[in-house]
């Protein structure tokens, strides 16, 4: 499998392209020389990122869905492939999250968080992957989150979908490489972005506050790895420590994780 080193002439898809890592990559992408095509529920956000995408020279095309809808995805991909012709890689980074304990979660909200984060990768990777596989060519990018390796408290909903989806792009990518399929696995930390809403600042722990970072880093360390034919990026690179702490000393991990997060979080009805 090539690294991805060059993207002249490649077709991308990236979902979430709206806003904050999203539209920077499709950014990204679109200076490096791919025809993007963006992917989201808000229309005009994204006819205004393909306007500033092609006022700077670049190609892109708007393909408006929930991800969350099958019907939709699949709708979308036949557009796109109908315009395309080929999509070579494909960005899975549409998704939302809340701050809140389980007992005050709506299980309609933990449902859609399912079909969004999680779901929403399935269908698209599932509308794309086969025409990959045919060519023995492409690339999948799984934007997951380091809340799908470790288990976060105030976070269930949002760890569930992240695991499910660090688990289908582990295993997909043993079932693709062969095929000429690339699967990289993104883990970030907290990112400085809109995702992080005011409620979710004023509950987040401060050693998150401490270590949130601005977005750019992160879209370059996934372009740095996407070169480097990596299938695994955890960003910050500090955080992964946290993997080898748990493989090995799980008690310890634990205590640690209860003490920085729900000693710090406000108790419900607070």
Same mark, same amino acid.
């Given at each position: 499998?090539?690294?991805?080193?060059?993207?002249?002439?490649?077709?991308?898809?990236?979902?979430?392209?709206?806003?904050?890592?999203?539209?920077?990559?499709?950014?990204?992408?679109?200076?490096?020389?791919?025809?993007?095509?963006?992917?989201?529920?808000?229309?005009?956000?994204?006819?205004?990122?393909?306007?500033?995408?092609?006022?700077?020279?670049?190609?892109?095309?708007?393909?408006?869905?929930?991800?969350?809808?099958?019907?939709?995805?699949?709708?979308?991909?036949?557009?796109?492939?109908?315009?395309?012709?080929?999509?070579?890689?494909?960005?899975?980074?549409?998704?939302?999250?809340?701050?809140?304990?389980?007992?005050?979660?709506?299980?309609?909200?933990?449902?859609?968080?399912?079909?969004?984060?999680?779901?929403?990768?399935?269908?698209?990777?599932?509308?794309?992957?086969?025409?990959?596989?045919?060519?023995?060519?492409?690339?999948?990018?799984?934007?997951?989150?380091?809340?799908?390796?470790?288990?976060?408290?105030?976070?269930?909903?949002?760890?569930? %979908?992240?695991?499910?989806?660090?688990?289908?792009?582990?295993?997909?990518?043993?079932?693709?490489?062969?095929?000429?399929?690339?699967?990289?696995?993104?883990?970030?930390?907290?990112?400085?972005?809109?995702?992080?809403?005011?409620?979710?600042?004023?509950?987040?722990?401060?050693? %998150?506050?401490?270590?949130?970072?601005?977005?750019?880093?992160?879209?370059?360390?996934?372009?740095?790895?996407?070169?480097?034919?990596?299938?695994?990026?955890?960003?910050?690179?500090?955080?992964?420590?946290?993997?080898?702490?748990?493989?090995?000393?799980?008690?310890?991990?634990?205590?640690?994780?209860?003490?920085?997060?729900?000693?710090?979080?406000?108790? %419900?009805?607070?």
């Amino acid at each position: 499998m090539a690294n991805l080193i060059s993207y002249r002439d490649i077709n991308a898809v990236v979902t979430g392209a709206s806003s904050g890592i999203g539209r920077l990559t499709a950014l990204r992408l679109a200076r490096e020389g791919a025809r993007v095509a963006l992917v989201a529920r808000r229309l005009p956000e994204l006819e205004a990122l393909a306007a500033e995408i092609r006022a700077a020279g670049g190609s892109a095309i708007v393909a408006r869905c929930d991800v969350a809808e099958r019907h939709e995805v699949e709708q979308a991909a036949r557009e796109v492939l109908g315009t395309f012709g080929r999509v070579d890689l494909l960005f899975n980074n549409a998704g939302y999250g809340h701050h809140r304990r389980f007992l005050d979660w709506s299980v309609e909200d933990i449902e859609r968080m399912m079909r969004v984060n999680f779901l929403g990768s399935v269908y698209w990777t599932k509308a794309l992957l086969p025409q990959m596989v045919e060519r023995q060519r492409g690339w999948l990018v799984f934007i997951a989150s380091v809340a799908g390796k470790l288990g976060v408290p105030d976070e269930t909903a949002y760890a569930a %979908s992240k695991f499910a989806m660090v688990g289908l792009a582990e295993a997909l990518s043993l079932e693709v490489e062969d095929q000429g399929v690339h699967v990289l696995t993104v883990c970030p930390g907290a990112i400085r972005t809109d995702f992080f809403d005011q409620e979710a600042l004023e509950r987040m722990p401060p050693v %998150s506050r401490r270590t949130m970072v601005d977005p750019e880093p992160l879209v370059d360390a996934i372009f740095d790895a996407l070169a480097a034919g990596k299938r695994e990026l955890t960003f910050p690179r500090f955080i992964a420590a946290g993997y080898v702490v748990r493989a090995l000393a799980p008690e310890l991990m634990r205590r640690s994780t209860k003490r920085r997060t729900i000693d710090a979080m406000p108790r %419900s009805g607070a």
